[in-house]
């Protein structure tokens, strides 16, 4: 019988068992250490190709904005509401919400415009400025700084005209007082950097309406011109509702636009303060309660002539303020671009009171300092 043996099981070589481990662990350790430096080496010549995208807006986090911010860039930038820019490029949301705060108060919208009216910055040229180039050219070099629009009385009341006008009706009953071509006018002032805007006397006008009595008031029971002699030296006018007064004016409009001009402003247009006793003996449209509506019919006249053009009204504050109301009725059912009203800091509250549905722009003879951010009409005396 076979001899059996106890079977023993040997573990391996414990040099060759630690050699293994030894060998494991350093490789563990080496590929920790390659991760480590792959990634600072990487890093360091990533961040110079980072910083480039960066600095050339190719690789930039989308921008934040908040309600506050775009409302106050819009205030900033809108073009009715001329402001000084104050503002810098790296201010933080609290540095602008501070300055919007501060800025306010200087906006016309803040100071009371019930609506957006272009902005005006005018000065008033006298009319002996058109009598020739040169005496044009000296006035423009004399304007103050700041300026944008430059006001040019092209008719007057009384109804003198100041340039070399085409309309032939105008040098018959002797009106044309300078004669300066139109086209002149407008490129000269234009060459200096001002709009040119056209101002005109419209009803108020003693040498058309003597020479041409249907143009005016009379008293039908004789015929007789009607004669306002309240001023110094005996007036006429020219009446809203005679079609003969309507095609007079809308010649010189056609012939502004025809120049350039962009803007007329309307002066003048008011009914003369009739005496009671005389009221009732005259046209029969002078007596009706709403004879402001011949004013709208005169002025849309004066705009189909001038389609492509801008039609201010000019109004007296003074005038406004006491009853007489009829211009900005007419305005307002015209409609009228804008309305130019004379006034004085202390009634600005009443006097863009006056229309709810025509802009506002108050004109002051002086401009007073704390009305700097308004538009205005600056007057040269």
Known sequence: MKQKYRKIYHRKDK????????????????????????????????????????????????????????????????????????????????????????????TEENLGFVQKAPSVKGYLLDESALMSENTLTSALDAIPEGISHLLIPLKLKGGAVY??????????????????????????????????????NTLEDTFFSKTYPDSSYYFPADGTLWK???????????????????EY???????????????????????????????????????????????????????????????FVRVDGEEALSGNTEAIQAAEAFPADCLLISTQEQNWEQIQELSQTVPIIPEFSVLPDDFRKKSYVLNPD
């Not at 900033?76 to 540095?95: I, K, L, R, V």
């Open 15 to 106: 040099i060759a068992f630690y050699k293994k481990l030894r060998h494991d662990t350093g490789s563990a350790m080496m590929t920790l250490l390659i991760a480590v430096v792959i990634g600072f080496v990487g890093y360091s010549a990533g961040k110079p190709v980072f910083q480039f995208l960066k600095e050339r807006n190719l690789l930039a986090p989308p921008e934040q904005y908040s309600a506050d911010s775009v409302k106050y860039t819009e205030i900033a930038t809108e073009e009715y509401f001329p402001t000084e820019n104050n503002f810098s490029d790296d201010s933080s949301d609290e540095q602008t919400e501070d300055s919007q705060t501060e800025t306010e108060p200087e």
């Open 249 to 311: 004016l809308s010649a010189f409009c056609t012939e502004l636009e025809t120049a350039g001009f962009r803007t007329i402003i309307c002066d003048g247009l008011v009914f003369p303060n009739f005496p009671r006793t005389e009221l009732s003996n005259l046209n029969p449209e002078c007596s009706e309660t709403d004879r402001w509506k011949y004013l709208t019919q005169f002025l849309t006249a004066m705009r189909t002539a001038a389609p492509e053009t801008v039609f």
């Open 228 to 246: 306002d002699q309240s001023t110094p030296e005996e007036t006429t006018w020219l009446a809203p509702f005679s079609i003969l007064a309507q």
């Open 163 to 200: 340039y070399a006008t085409s309309v032939k009706d105008a040098a018959r009953c002797q009106a044309v007082q300078a004669f300066l071509p139109l086209s002149q006018i407008y490129q000269t002032v234009s060459a200096k950097g001002f709009e040119p805007v056209a101002l005109i």
